[in-house]
């Protein structure tokens, strides 16, 4: 807890790293159902910037198999706080798309996130926000 009171993540020490060249994804040759899913998740914001979490590339896969649709993703770091919130969000985005009765989630930590991951429009949003990416 910070000494506002705020049980928010105040975990700013992000990191350097290599990023294996697929990432980030950001659902741009999706089609169908899995474009309005990563439409969906678009529009959800990581709770402590106002960045979209494809934007942040906390996206690493989006796949729907007939009525079912699993989204992998990642969290900035292993003990983010936001981690139920994230996840409950994602999963409900999911399932806002056409066709789709049910959506599960997983965390991957492979490859490790970091700053490279994000997109340049989520760098510029970023850095609007008073960040230095």
């Not at 770091?77 to 789709?100: E, I, Q």
Request: with cysteine; hydrophobic share 35%.
């Amino acid at each position: 807890m910070t000494g506002s009171g705020s049980e928010a993540c105040a975990y700013t020490d992000y990191e350097d790293g290599e990023v294996p060249e697929e990432y980030p994804k950001t659902g741009t040759d999706a089609t169908g159902t899995e474009a309005e899913i990563w439409d969906a998740l678009r529009e959800i914001e990581d709770p402590e910037m106002p960045v979209s979490i494809v934007d942040l590339g906390l996206i690493y896969d989006v796949a729907v198999d007939g009525e079912d649709a699993h989204v992998e993703m990642t969290l900035t770091y292993t003990g983010c706080p936001a981690k139920d919130v994230l996840t409950n969000d994602v999963r409900c985005a999911a399932m806002t798309a056409s066709g789709v009765l049910d959506a599960d989630v997983t965390i991957r930590y492979s490859p490790p996130w970091s700053v490279e991951m994000v997109t340049e429009s989520g760098k510029e949003q970023l850095r609007e926000f008073g960040l230095s990416v």
